[in-house]
């Protein structure tokens, strides 16, 4: 019995825990805060700039499980609907879909140093180098 719960214990610390994703910006984004519609915008490509006319630089992650799922359902869109949304506007000749990068620390070091850039990561990771605009749980 008692090796069932040590393997129990090691199979939870083993398995990363995604509590909470961060929408993270580059520091010298004006605004504080953004809301989902906001967010939801800036995704799909609708928003294009931040309020001070600096242009908006959106990042993804590569699809794995966790951290972008959550972030995903947030917004409310499915990741199938959002290529689906992207190559729409790609076809039309109305914007680049978000750059795709490889792991939730490649994002925020990309956003520490791209001003205007806005991603998301575990909010376990965010340190001082970008500003947290939302808290997902």
């Not at 040590?6 to 961060?22: E, T």
């Not at 928003?47 to 794995?64: A, C, G, M, Q, S």
């Not at 994002?107 to 575990?122: D, H």
């Amino acid at each position: 019995m008692k090796s069932i719960f040590l393997f129990v214990f090691i199979i939870l610390l083993s398995v990363k825990g995604y509590s909470q994703v961060a929408v993270i910006a580059h520091n010298s984004v004006s605004v504080d805060s953004i809301s989902k519609s906001q967010l939801l915008d800036f995704y799909t490509g609708d928003i294009r700039e931040w309020e001070n006319d600096f242009t908006l630089i959106v990042f993804d992650l590569k699809p794995k499980p966790g951290v972008r799922d959550i972030f995903y359902k947030f917004i409310g869109k499915s990741s199938s609907r959002m290529k689906s949304i992207w190559l729409k506007k790609v076809l039309l000749g109305e914007g680049d879909p978000p750059e795709v990068l490889e792991t939730e620390e490649e994002m925020l070091k990309t956003i520490a140093k791209t001003p205007g850039s806005i991603g998301f990561v575990s909010s376990d990771l965010v340190d001082k180098s970008v500003k947290v605009l939302i808290l997902i749980e």
